[in-house]
């Protein structure tokens, strides 16, 4: 009877492994939004991003297909850093976190799973649920923004080198976004193309939905709206 | 025939390592001791860079703009390129990597802890003794274009925090200190008056009161969801200061580590208790002070007097959206005390050091511009950024500098109330403010210090039993990390591996050649060994 039950209990094992392609032990993202704060996670989660590698830390932004996850200063070699590329599967533990309103796995480690899939996510419009209380459910996936009014444009340092905040409106209530210089430093596309708006320019946005006091998208790239 | 040969290429190759290493020692001899010239030379241009940190505060930045505009029409044969950064790790990381290369800016922004670590490669931070004494081009020189002040001008306190084994590397150029803003209002509301000092035991004990929630698990005291009473920005600053209130051992002067003690361990537990009761959080884990202040979610607010302008519910500088601002009364008090008779606050600030270059007259053009950021304009116009003072009596007693302090709360700007006091703060304290000792490695031993108050307010939140076995381990954890465990008694003037990251390629090579040539010596050896045992076997 014991081999009996040893076998099925395996058994389910295996099919939930092979329906979900979860390792044991891995939360879903459902697992992990409803988890409390400062508890251990643990999650297999597809690279999009990540900020430039620093003290054998890297900060990361990841996805599945449910929702997406902000890693903040993964324990990581330079090495491996140079191996997240976009669409990569790694497996983290690490302790979930919120730091002013932006909700992520601290103090994580990880591992590349071997053999695992890959995905990459396709931004989600969200244009809609700016101003709505919905808009933070989203939070830290790969999203875009269409029409949205360019106010202003503040280097952090008042020139091109650090950090660019820029604050957007629709619907007649402003945002603040920021090309963030860890993610897209000055050589890159958006950063460039950041130099050459203007305030009023109408523009489409992609960027990670980060927060900070607020929602404060990590811009990864934007354009004039035609 | 065959030993000729080999002996031959012995020798080649001996000698090709012998060269290696001459090439390897000349590459590593460093720059030559700086020699003031005797006149500067202003026929020529001299092109200097100068790495500079703001708060993230633009008006800052037009300070350092403004000043190196004014010191260029003093001098136009000297051109100051400005390198901005906003965080003293950055500016410390790129100095390191760039003394391999002998690519160090001129004139840069700093802490004296980093210049102990800067003064591993030879001669690479510029001695100012000789430079501040010269009677042309020293403090208040005669030859100097503008109206510098004297050594003796220099807030001698904040002068000696840039000597390390006894002379001087830098020159202080802003001080601030640590300051606790307190929502006054809450205090009051929880039947509680402020008392002249605030002591330890007062900020816990209001804390925890303000920690307590409703059946509902909102805060009785502001009817939110969240409230951290108590909330440190710096947790380094927290741990040394804590440490010199209570006399106990965080390090001595010859760099001997003395932080793993029994009173460090009590604060620690400490710590811990008014975590599990929800009274305390740090800046590393939930956010800037200013912020859960400023909403009405904290009580008391610890963080450096330069961050005054972003404290209290009139602030010129606010993070949270307006609708998120709580009314309430803010107090600016010293940090809290364990003996109110002999207070104790940390002083910080930057400093500014000289790199040294091949070029003399480069460096006395940087030195130069070094003292000009002394200048009652540009110290004044500084310090009134934030919670600064100028590091100069000139300045201090100046009647631009009285005048501006005089006019505290006429604005919610430049005479920002808050701002204002946290600058008074420290002029009143400046006999009762500290700092720790420098040498190669004290940068690792503070961040040491605060990690441990980290690690422990994260491991009560994530539900791990903090006894004294977590704390056994969290000293293992740390001293390892941070590499304090290698060896004790380091002198400025040792190696720390660790904070000047991987050997440099020239060294990696002096020591391949060093090695090489040993083996060679040992073949030579062997061959002779061999050559004459077989010469006698052949007798």
Redesign the interface.
Known sequence: MKKIFAIVLALVAFAAFAVTGMAEGVMTYADYAAAEMDTEVVIETYVQAHQSWWDNKVTVYTQDQDGAYFLYELACSEEDAAKLVPGTKIKVTGYKGQWAGEVEVMDGTFEFVEGGDTFIAEALDVTELLGTEELINHQNKFVSFKGLTLEGVEYKNGEPGDDIYLTVSYNGQSYSFCVEVYLTGPDTDVYKAVAELQAGDVVNVEGFLYWYEGVNTHVTSIAKAE | MIRSIIKRICLILCLLAMAVLLGGCHGSKGLVAFELPKEFDESRTHEITFWAK?D?N?TQ??IYEKAIEDFEALYPNIKVNLR?Y?DYGRIY?DVITNISTNTTPNVCITYPDHIATYMTGTNSVVQLDVLMADQAYGLGGSKVKFDSPTQAEIIPKFLGECMIDGRCYALPYMRSTEACYVNKTYVEALGYELPETLTWDFVWEVADAAAKKDEEGLYLLNGQKVMIPFIYKSTDNMMIQMLRQRGAGYSDADGNILIFNDTTRELLNTVAQHTAAGAFSTFK????PA?FLNAGQCVFAIDSTAGATWMGCDAPLI???ED?LAEFETVVMPIPQFDPEHPAMISQGPSVCLFNKEDPQEVLASWLFTQYLLTNDVQIAYASTEGYVPVTAKAQESDAYQDYLSREGEDNDLHYEVKIKASRLLLEHTEDTFVTPVFNGSASLRDAAGQMIEEVT?GV???KNVDDAFIDSLYQNVASLYRLDQSSGRSSSTVDSGALGPLPATAVLLLCGLAGTWVLMALYMACGWVKKKKKHSGK
Request: aromatic share 4%; net charge positive.
């Open positions: 703001n993230t633009m930045v037009g901005l906003t990381n884990i939930s956010s800037y912020n993070d949270i959206s998120l994260k939140r994530r539900k």
